[in-house]
């Protein structure tokens, strides 16, 4: 009998099977590379985009523990986060000490929150964090405090004059103004646009130059003055200086006169030839080299702090390092900050800002600065009403920001609320000197502010050593309760009083006065 394997047909099924089992083995040995293909892909893809730093990631249990090689921090990837932010004065937010302002709570400068979990030594708390609704110095629809067609830049490195004239010519810009700002070790150029872009648009553009380190627009600041109100103040000249008594003036200068403190006014002109200002102002400075004469609102800031004859300043043995940022109108960021880093190289103790604008991130920094090398930083409130949002520089944290009152101990009704309000002077109906060898009757947070910055001289005259923070301490302790009891979004503090001021500096025990490390 034949074998059933000779048969024709068995021989063809064994074949077919033969042929089937080797496809089926080739099949075999390629799954494994297109499975290591896919994971391969599944890497690849999820290595893709920026990743988070290890603080902001989900906590360990939640996520591998290492996926590929990290991305670079998340301040170096993508739209950044504004270095300068510090949110809403006395509310949570991102805060870069000492690198700028960009703080917002004024109107169109919102920013998104949210919460991240995780973060060093938390596992699982939470962080408040801030991102800008527009990209780095790119202003916010809304914000049109700035000068049109005109904008503020630095450099990466120190660039050849060549190479930034070449930077100007490719963008289509014009060079305005280049400062050197000492006290940020840095140099600021103001351009102008010529091919018609908005400032927005050409900000985006120098934003894509890895040349250019920051821009901005150039922000527009106006002084914190308001228009005289009547308020039933005396009349008389003399009796006007109500602010005399209100502050305990007259005791305190039996304690402290100012004497040999440099008190920097960052202004307008001063008429140096006023008689209550003879032999006050120490130095000047133009930022602006305009060569303008005197105008009435530095001359009345000067008056108020450093005044002697028939008007009486609250430090009148002060001097005064007059700095020009400001035309008869308006100042703007780059010639503010000329002014502020000349005073600060000038050695000035306090530096008085009676004005006020949009939050501006250059500003933010050199306040930092100026602050960091022991400045005392006074600025106006402002007079945009209660329901202003916080305006600037009196927002930064770094500055002591002053409101103003009438001779009854009423809140001046157009000065800003805020939780950034430190201290209250008197500010409505003020007598005040004007050029010309004249006197009238002033009222804003303006001149509340002189009345302060007078007064921290003061206190350094007591206490040289004092640094900003042991001033600020002084003048915020020994002040009258004004309003709520309490700390307030109106008063701050409330009235301040300068012969406790003084006094209180006067205890030689009293080491939380000293400037560290001095």
Not at 17 to 22: E, N
Not at 492 to 498: N, P, S
């Given at each position: 009998m034949r074998s059933h394997s000779n048969h024709p047909a068995q021989r063809s099924f064994d074949g077919?099977?033969?042929?089937?089992?080797?496809?089926?083995?080739?099949?075999?040995?390629?799954?494994?590379?297109?499975?290591?293909?896919?994971?391969a892909q599944s890497a690849s893809v999820l290595s893709v985009g920026p990743r988070l730093p290890p603080n902001m990631g989900p906590p360990p249990s939640m996520s591998p523990p290492s996926i590929g090689p990290r991305g670079p921090v998340l301040n170096t990837v993508g739209p950044r986060f504004?270095?300068?932010?510090?949110?809403?004065?006395?509310?949570?937010?991102?805060?870069?000490?000492?690198?700028?302002?960009?703080?917002?709570?004024?109107?169109?400068?919102?920013?998104?929150?949210?919460?991240?979990?995780?973060?060093?030594?938390?596992?699982?708390?939470?962080?408040?964090?801030?991102?800008?609704?527009?990209?780095?110095?790119?202003?916010?629809?809304?914000?049109?405090?700035?000068l049109p067609g005109e904008m503020v830049f630095e450099a990466v490195g120190t660039p050849s004059d060549r190479q930034i004239t070449a930077l100007f010519n490719r963008l289509r810009l014009s060079r305005?103004?280049?400062?050197?700002?000492?006290?940020?070790?840095?140099?600021?150029?103001r351009a102008r646009i010529l091919d018609g872009s908005?400032?927005?648009?050409?900000?985006?553009?120098?934003?894509?130059?890895?040349?250019?380190?920051?821009?901005?627009?150039?922000?527009?600041?106006?002084?914190?003055?308001?228009?005289?109100?009547?308020?039933?103040?005396?009349a008389a000249a003399d009796a006007a200086q109500?602010?005399?008594?209100?502050?305990?003036?007259?005791?305190?200068?039996?304690?402290?006169?100012?004497?040999?403190?440099?008190?920097?006014v960052i202004d307008s002109g001063i008429d140096q030839s006023h008689p209550a200002l003879t032999g006050v102002i120490e130095k000047s400075f133009d930022a602006l080299n305009s060569g303008e004469g005197p105008h009435s609102h530095g001359t009345a800031i000067a008056g108020i702090i450093a005044g002697h004859a028939r008007l009486t300043g609250a430090a009148p043995a002060v001097h005064i390092?007059?700095?020009?940022?400001?035309?008869?109108?308006?100042?703007?960021?780059?010639?503010?900050?000329?002014?502020?880093?000349?005073?600060?190289?000038?050695?000035?103790?306090?530096?008085?800002?009676?004005?006020?604008?949009?939050?501006?991130?250059?500003?933010?920094?050199?306040?930092?600065a100026a602050r960091q090398k022991g400045a005392v930083l006074v600025a106006a409130a402002g007079n945009a009403g209660p329901k202003s949002s916080p305006l600037w520089p009196a927002a930064d944290p770094n500055v002591i920001a002053v409101t103003a009152t009438d001779y009854d101990d009423r809140l001046f009704a157009m000065a800003n609320r805020g939780s950034h309000v430190a201290i209250a002077a008197p500010g409505v109906d003020i007598l005040v000197a004007t050029p010309g060898e004249s006197y009238k009757m002033e009222s804003g947070t303006s001149f509340a502010a002189a009345f302060v910055s007078?007064?921290?001289?003061?206190?350094?005259?007591?206490?040289?050593?004092?640094g900003p923070d042991a001033v600020k301490k002084v003048l915020l302790s020994t002040a009258r309760?004004?309003?709520?009891?309490?700390?307030?979004?109106?008063?701050?503090?409330?009235?301040?009083?300068?012969?406790?001021?003084?006094?209180?500096?006067?205890?030689?025990?009293?080491?939380?006065?000293?400037?560290?490390g001095r």
């Open positions: 077919r099977s033969k042929l089937t089992l080797a496809c089926r083995l080739a099949w075999l040995a390629v799954i494994p590379a297109v499975l290591m293909g896919d994971a504004d270095p300068t932010f510090r949110g809403t004065p006395g509310g949570a937010g991102f805060s870069a000490t000492g690198s700028g302002n960009d703080t917002g709570a004024s109107a169109g400068n919102k920013y998104k929150r949210r919460h991240i979990s995780g973060g060093g030594g938390g596992g699982g708390t939470k962080r408040l964090m801030a991102a800008r609704r527009t990209p780095g110095g790119v202003p916010p629809v809304t914000e049109l405090h700035y305005l103004d280049t400062r050197r700002i000492e006290l940020l070790d840095t140099t600021f150029y908005s400032v927005p648009a050409k900000i985006r553009a120098l934003k894509a130059e890895r040349a250019v380190r920051s821009v901005q627009p150039n922000h527009i600041f106006t002084f914190a003055q308001s228009a005289q109100a009547a308020t039933g103040a005396p109500y602010a005399l008594a209100k502050l305990r003036l007259g005791e305190a200068h039996g304690v402290a006169r100012g004497d040999k403190v440099l008190v920097a390092l007059a700095a020009r940022a400001f035309s008869a109108t308006q100042g703007s960021t780059i010639s503010i900050l000329a002014s502020i880093d000349w005073a600060a190289g000038q050695g000035a103790r306090v530096i008085n800002m009676s004005f006020t604008g949009p939050s501006d991130p250059a500003l933010g920094r050199i306040l930092a007078g007064v921290a001289a003061l206190v350094l005259e007591r206490k040289p050593q004092a309760d004004l309003g709520p009891k309490g700390r307030d979004d109106q008063f701050g503090a409330g009235l301040m009083d300068a012969y406790q001021a003084v006094s209180t500096v006067d205890k030689p025990a009293d080491a939380a006065l000293q400037v560290p």
